[in-house]
C-alpha cells in the first residue's frame, strides 16, 4: 500500500457526533499534518504533530500520533454541518529540511444536520 | 490574514503549448512548493523551492517543467509543451520555516 493511506475513505455523521479518521504512513517522518479540502477548494492546514509528539488539540481537533504503528489520528468533536469536507493527512518524512509533503487518499467527512 | 493567491483560476489549454501558473506566496514565507492533484486522486508533489534554488523535486517534475522566482513576491510553474495527462488542479503553497505548509487556492489546468 501507499504512504499515508486513510481510513475510513468515506464517513458519514449526524451534527454532534464525534467523527474519527485514522492515517497510516510508511516511513520515519519528521511531522505529520492534517489538512481539510472543501470540493473543488484549496487544502487549509488543521494541525502539525511532530514526531515527538504523542496528542495535540486545537479546538475541537484531537490528534494522536503513534510512530511504533507508523499510524495518526483525527478526532473532530461535535461535528457540525460545516465540517463536511474531505480530510488528508500528509507526512513530511526525516531526512529532508524542506517540507515535501506525502499525502494520502483522504478520507471524505459528510455530517448532516 | 494573509494567504496564498494563485492565478488563473482556471486555464484551457491546447496540447503543446506553454503555460504559466503565477503564485503569491505570504510575504514573509521562505519555503515555497508546487502540488498538483489529478480529478479524484491524491495531492501530488512536484517541486519544493527555497534559497532561489530548487531544493527537491519529483520525478513527475521533469524536463518540462520550471519554476521561478522572478522578483520578491511572484513564484511561478511553467509547462513547456503541455500533455493531456497534465490536466490537473496545481496548487501553490508556501511555508515559514518549512514545517506548516499554506495552499494557494488552486489552478484548475485543462490541457484539450
Known amino acids: 500500500s501507499q504512504q499515508g493511506e486513510e481510513d475510513p475513505q468515506a464517513l458519514s455523521i449526524q451534527e454532534g457526533e464525534n467523527a474519527t479518521m485514522n492515517c497510516s504512513y510508511k516511513t520515519s517522518i519528521n511531522n505529520l499534518q492534517w489538512y481539510r479540502q472543501n470540493s473543488g477548494r484549496g487544502l487549509v492546514h488543521l494541525i502539525l504533530i511532530r514526531s515527538n509528539e504523542r496528542e495535540k488539540h486545537s479546538g475541537r481537533l484531537r490528534v494522536t500520533l503513534d510512530t511504533s504503528k507508523k499510524s495518526s489520528s483525527l478526532l473532530i468533536t461535535a461535528s457540525r454541518a460545516a465540517d463536511t469536507a474531505s480530510y488528508f493527512c500528509?507526512?513530511?518524512?526525516?531526512?529532508?529540511?524542506?517540507?515535501?509533503?506525502?499525502f494520502g487518499q483522504g478520507t471524505i467527512l459528510t455530517v448532516h444536520p | 490574514e494573509p494567504e496564498v493567491t494563485q492565478t488563473p483560476s482556471h486555464q484551457v489549454t491546447q496540447m503543446g503549448q506553454e503555460v504559466i501558473l503565477r503564485c503569491v506566496p505570504i510575504s514573509n514565507h521562505l519555503y515555497f512548493y508546487w502540488y498538483r492533484q489529478i480529478l479524484g486522486q491524491k495531492v501530488e508533489f512536484l517541486v519544493s523551492?527555497?534559497?532561489?534554488?530548487?531544493?527537491?523535486k519529483s520525478e513527475i517534475f521533469d524536463d518540462q517543467f520550471s519554476v521561478e522566482r522572478p522578483d520578491g513576491s511572484n513564484f511561478t510553474l511553467k509547462i513547456r509543451s503541455t500533455k493531456l495527462e497534465d490536466s490537473a488542479m496545481y496548487f501553490c503553497?508556501?511555508?515559514?520555516?518549512?514545517?506548516?505548509?499554506?495552499f494557494g487556492p488552486g489552478t484548475r489546468l485543462t490541457v484539450t
Open positions: 500528509a507526512n513530511n518524512a526525516g531526512g529532508t529540511s524542506y517540507g515535501k509533503l506525502t
Open positions: 503553497a508556501s511555508s515559514r520555516q518549512g514545517h506548516e505548509q499554506y
Open positions: 523551492f527555497y534559497n532561489n534554488e530548487i531544493s527537491e
